[in-house]
Nanobody
Framework: QVQLVESGGRLVQAGDSLRLSCAASGRWYVVGWFRQAPGKEREFVAAIKWSGDSTYYADSVKGRFTISRNNANNMVYLQMNSLKPEDTAVYYC???????????????????WGQGTQVTVSS
């Protein structure tokens, strides 16, 4: 059983930076960040393996967002730089067991989800 709690979301201006945190209790292999904007489907943002040696990013955030983990305190972070209004969404972290370019990007491959944290980027 894995429990996930996100935090760090808030209102920021375009160009600002923000770091989201995900407290992940229990044993996990992969943690991913997803986001969902109003009226849109949930989309993959980034993912990291427990070992920290592999990551995936959506093309829309590559070069601006960085996912990292601290296994000592069971935290996974999403550092978001150069934020844009189109980054506005509820951000979720999720835990799963599948790793690969296809599987890791699919919300259906994750077994546990947090409650989400709202990020709003004003123009």
């Amino acid at each position: 059983q894995v429990q996930l709690v996100e935090s760090g979301g808030r209102l920021v201006q375009a160009g600002d930076s923000l770091r989201l945190s995900c407290a992940a209790s229990g044993r996990w292999y992969v943690v991913g960040w997803f986001r969902q904007a109003p009226g849109k489907e949930r989309e993959f943002v980034a993912a990291i393996k427990w070992s920290g040696d592999s990551t995936y990013y959506a093309d829309s955030v590559k070069g601006r967002f960085t996912i990292s983990r601290n296994n000592a305190n069971n935290m996974v972070y999403l550092q978001m730089n150069s934020l844009k209004p189109e980054d506005t969404a509820v951000y979720y972290c999720a835990a799963g067991t599948s790793w690969g370019d296809y599987a890791t990007r699919r919300a259906s491959m994750y077994d546990y989800w947090g409650q989400g944290t709202q990020v709003t980027v004003s123009s």
